[in-house]
């Protein structure tokens, strides 16, 4: 594999309303992320991925863009925004933007000029006269009528975010200019916000009956996509020394290729959403018990399928998932399983990205009341649930609390504070009560804290390329509790072992088992032959 920075870099994800703020309005904003730079740098991050600080109504949390140039106020000022640049570059850290192209708000100008039927905005977006049956990712109808123009636009998410029309040349146009602004304003790479939903079938035609998201054949990797991406790396970023990772829902290794293989680069990586299924059927709202094999096998197809073909991201949490440690680690083995999880994740071939928390092993929010959940995505599938699933009040609830947005979206635990150091206002939402126990200053003052495994790890991954660019090979692929997998780079050789289990296990023996030394461990004085409870340990060896 070609050696680059952002395959060798680690990511870190930033949510801005809810990292820091810096005004005492209860909303994190710009200059709150240039104070926590220095929390950055100590933990080793290279890369930051900023999710959108663009003008927004806010129906979707900034998902919603109403001018692609403007900075949403609560955020700051464009100053803001390039203070934060030269920081984070200063830092030795770059910046990645959300870049958010499937569709717009619908208070942005191309849709207002399109409902008015304008001649250069009349086919900015997706206009039926009569209503599709396509369904909404946020649950509900696609279609919305729209009296002024007399026609229904299509929204695959909410009904103030339509979709743009990408067939449209003068669409892709607005597009690649976006891109060319925030490259030359310093901006390092996009990540590409639900990229492989943006070509729609031609004509629009309605979709085949199915339980969740009708009429997903014609717009899911639909094979117009391919000159869109194409157009973009040839005219726009192949002009930069940059990135871009794609957000791509329903995809396989095989499908991946078709958009990250050496030989195509339409993307350089791109985010897949099998393992984020292991603890439930299909879609996160849908829960099943979480059994370790679901989370191995997906991340193991992932790895053999885009082995010496493309490449891989590797993450347990971002800002639509609940947190990974309430997921699939253990609430008595705290610290020991969320330390296991990112010994298991960020060991694999790939760019690793850390989402604000995951550091220090945050929780989710587990908030009693639906009141207390702001999310759109959270509120719509609630409604969804009782109406069309009849689901009781309690029974919705426990989802909510299982799957909800928000639980990724509580403000960052900085110290054990009213706020958690995070605002000296009314947080936007409510800060996670054991922010007591669990924030950065207390990791700080412990050698032995999440925090400072992560840091471990980061640093590992800089002194040892095995780390970044080693083959895998899945070691015991049937095991129940155990993950074990190997690494090899020329001569040497890594081992890592994760018990997925309140049990202590037995290791059992695999070809080239033992010898070397313990590099990462997250008990003291690591044994070859067991792993204690949620246990992991890397070993390190040069091939004989």
Known sequence: MKHTWYREGVVYQIYPRSF????????????????????????????????????????DNGYDISDYRAIQPEFGTMEDMKALIAGLHQAGIRLVMDLVVNHTSDEHP?????????????DFYHWKTEKGNWT???????????????????????????????????VRQEVKDIMRFWLDLGVDGFRCDVINL????????????TLILQGKEHYLNHPKIHAYLSELRDDVLSHYDCFTVGETAFVSPKTALT??????????????????????????????????????????????????????????????????????????????????????????????????????????ADFPNLSDYQDIETQNMYRTGRKLLLLSHEQMMRRVRRASRDNARTPMQWDASPNAGFTEGKPWLKVNPNHQSINVAADREDPQSILAFFRTIIALRKLHPVI?????????????????????????????????????????????????????????????????????????????
């Not at 709202?285 to 096998?297: D, E, G, T």
Request: hydrophobic share 35%; net charge positive; charged share 20%.
């Open 110 to 122: 191309w849709f207002q000029a399109s409902v008015r039927n304008e001649p250069r905005y009349r």
């Open 468 to 544: 970044v660019y080693g083959d895998f090979t899945d070691l015991l692929p049937k095991h129940r509790r155990i993950y074990a997998y190997r690494r090899i780079l020329g001569d040497t050789v890594l081992t890592v072992l994760c018990n997925f289990s309140a049990k202590t296990t037995k290791i059992p023996r695999f070809p080239g088992a033992g010898g070397g030394q313990m590099i990462l461990g997250n008990y003291p004085l690591g044994s070859p032959e067991l792993l204690r409870p949620y246990e992991s340990q890397v070993w390190m060896n040069t091939k004989k």
């Open 20 to 59: 820091q703020d810096s005004n005492g309005d209860g909303f994190g904003d710009l200059p709150g992320i240039l104070s926590r730079i220095p929390h950055l740098r100590d933990l080793g991050v290279s890369i930051v991925w900023l999710s959108p600080v663009y003008a927004s109504p806010n129906d």
């Open 198 to 209: 943006i070509a729609k079938a031609d004509g629009l035609p309605n979709g085949k009956p």
């Open 259 to 364: 958009y990250i293989s050496e030989n195509v680069r339409e993307l350089d990586m791109l985010f897949q959403f099998d393992h984020m299924a292991a603890d439930c059927h299909f879609v996160k709202w849908f829960p099943k018990p979480f059994r370790p094999i679901n989370l191995k096998r997906p991340l193991t197809r992932w790895q053999e399928g885009l082995q010496g073909k493309g490449w891989n991201s590797l993450y347990l949490e971002n800002h639509d998932q609940p947190r990974s440690v309430s997921r699939f680690g253990s609430e008595a083995y705290h610290k020991e399983s969320a330390k296991m999880l990112a010994t298991m994740i960020f060991f694999q071939q790939g760019t690793p990205f850390i989402y604000q928390g995951q550091e220090i092993g945050m929780k989710n």
């Open 136 to 170: 909404s990712f946020f649950g509900g109808e696609a279609w919305t009528w729209n009296p002024e123009r007399k026609a229904y636009y299509l929204h695959l998410f909410s009904k103030k975010q339509p979709d743009l029309n990408w067939d449209n040349p003068e």
